[in-house]
């Protein structure tokens, strides 16, 4: 890969002392040094949104955020960064469209969403569908951690072709993890229904952010090409609000009334 295609992480808990992230503006900087080593340039912080997303946490991010810039900025080094959140399940539409910290770098389109581990809520496809008409593009993130998501195939496909976005954690592809883990998320690479993976980093020693032996997995699982989608192409098209396919273009059915709703949707709010 060139120095242009340097990894991009989507997902990755910077901001200090806000969640269970690290703790000081040191330990946040040891993350961005230890991404930068393995070939990360840019990264979108992620801090969990588990309660009310209100102007209070608004507010709060973006002078988090705006310190880490400064931090990072003193000390020259050449990290790109975007602020954004993980939200947990219940947030509305409305507070995810009105606060700008909910959406990637506040483009009012790409948003990460996280779902209680052992279950998907018998509300979540209803809330998905009403993000969608809304403009908005939801990321699920890592759905290979969910207990329902990961034993049921189907209804990842199902919510791939209905455009929903998913992204896998790096750790998931590597031998600590576990085998229902792995064996999901690759099953989802090698079905083409994910679409980003990222690092989901909280500390530089129990939870890292490398990025860089994924990539090989990936690359190793499937293409190179494929590789790079899900960690250069699919994450920049986020950051920047352009279109990113959710299933291949060959596995595309027939296009129903709600996939043509969406559709609509999607093209007058760009």
């Known amino acids: 890969m060139s120095s242009a295609e340097s990894l991009v992480d989507i997902h990755v808990h910077l901001l200090p002392g806000v969640d269970d992230g690290p703790r000081d503006i040191a330990s946040s900087v040891a993350l961005i040094e230890q991404g930068l080593e393995d070939g990360v340039r840019c990264w979108v912080t992620t801090p969990h949104v588990l309660g009310p997303f209100d102007d209070r946490v608004d507010r709060l ?14 000390r020259r080094l050449p990290a790109e960064l975007h602020l954004a959140s993980e939200i947990m399940f219940g ?6 469209k009105n606060h700008r910290t909910a959406t990637f770098g506040g483009n009012g389109r790409y948003f990460l969403l996280e779902y209680p581990m052992m279950q998907f809520p018998t509300a979540a496809e209803e809330a998905l569908f009403a993000a969608q008409l809304a403009g ?5 993130a890592h759905p290979e ?13 199902r919510l791939a072709h209905r ?50 032996f994924a990539y090989e997995r990936v690359a190793e699982l499937t293409s190179e090409p494929t590789a790079r989608r899900l960690l250069v192409e699919n994450p920049r098209a986020a950051i920047e609000g352009r279109a990113i396919r ?25």
Not at 91 to 96: G, H, L, V
Not at 246 to 270: G, I
């Open 91 to 96: 947030a509305s539409t409305e507070d995810i």
């Open 145 to 157: 951690r969910n207990a329902d998501l990961a034993r049921r195939p189907d209804l990842r496909a």
């Open 136 to 140: 908005l593009r939801p990321i699920v």
């Open 163 to 212: 455009g929903v976005l998913f992204q896998i954690n790096a750790r998931s592809l590597s031998r600590e993890a576990r085998s229902e883990d792995r064996n999901a998320a690759e099953h989802m690479i090698r079905n083409g229904v994910a679409h980003f993976v990222a690092s989901d980093g909280h500390d530089p020693v129990q939870r890292p952010a490398f990025l860089r």
């Open 61 to 74: 991010h973006q002078s988090v955020f705006q310190e880490l810039v400064n931090e990072v900025a003193r």
């Open 246 to 270: 959710a299933v291949p273009e060959e596995d595309t059915p027939p296009m129903r009334w709600w996939h043509r709703l969406v559709k609509r949707k999607r093209e007058n709010s760009r």
